[in-house]
């Protein structure tokens, strides 16, 4: 069993501050990583991939990957509460499969 | 990236009916998926529906209760049959662009099915 597991959450930070959201793997052959972020009654909505160890920034996002320790983090700076939403993880392990995390729910106080 | 339009975006359906949802991408594209969200739950890949070949079904889901069609490159269609309250969920079509494990999977809006 594939498994990708994230904190459930509510993880709450203030607006501004950094919102640190984690996520490990249990498949050491996992290629492709990504972040979607889901607002509550709507679709997944992709924000980030990453497929090499190291960081890859867009914006206010930084996606970490790192393989060796079967993790990936997602970074958001400047939190806003617009970024209040419930954020999954997803694991590719071949080209077909896709696995999802169970999602942090983040709350950013104004 | 990929537009994706799915009709209806919801709809309230009796018990031991069907429903069928239709799935419509801006582009072509090669695998298309079906996923489940049940309420506070993340989500659950039903099939994968690659077009000139039959769906491929993931563990606890059936053909009979999801019949799947996928007639062209930029649709796809769900049936979910014979309908019981614990269908109620929303229903997700999701395409892949890109190659080989260089890629990105987009989502549609979703149909949220109530069965009273």
């Known amino acids: 069993q594939k498994e990708v597991e994230q904190n459930s959450g509510p993880l709450s930070v203030p607006e501004g501050a950094i919102a640190s959201l984690n996520c490990t793997y249990s498949d050491r052959g996992s290629q492709s990583f990504f972040w979607y972020r889901q607002y509550s009654g709507k679709s997944p909505e992709l924000i980030m991939f990453i497929y090499s160890n190291g960081d890859k920034e867009d914006g206010r996002f930084t996606a970490q990957l790192n393989k060796a320790s079967q993790y990936v983090s997602l970074l958001i700076r400047d939190s806003q509460p617009s970024d209040s939403a419930t954020y999954l993880c997803?694991?590719?392990?071949?080209?077909?499969?896709?696995?999802f995390g169970s999602g942090t729910k983040l709350n950013v106080k104004p | 990236s990929a537009v994706i339009s799915q009709k209806p975006s919801r709809d309230i359906c009796q018990r031991g009916t069907s429903l069928t949802i239709q799935c419509q991408v801006d582009?072509?594209?090669?695998?298309m998926f079906w996923y489940r969200q049940q309420p506070g739950q993340s989500l659950t890949l039903i099939a994968t529906a690659n077009q000139g070949s039959e769906a491929t079904y993931e563990s606890g889901f059936v053909i009979d209760k999801f019949p799947i069609s996928r007639p062209n490159l930029t649709f796809s269609t769900l049936t979910v049959s014979n309908l019981s309250p614990e269908d109620s969920s929303i229903y997700l079509c999701?395409?892949?662009?890109?190659?080989?494990?260089?890629?990105?999977?987009?989502f549609g809006p979703g149909t949220r099915l109530t069965v009273t």
């Open positions: 997803a694991v590719s392990y071949n080209f077909n499969k896709f696995y």
């Open positions: 582009s072509q594209v090669t695998m």
């Open positions: 999701s395409v892949r662009v890109g190659a080989g494990y260089l890629y990105e999977q987009y």
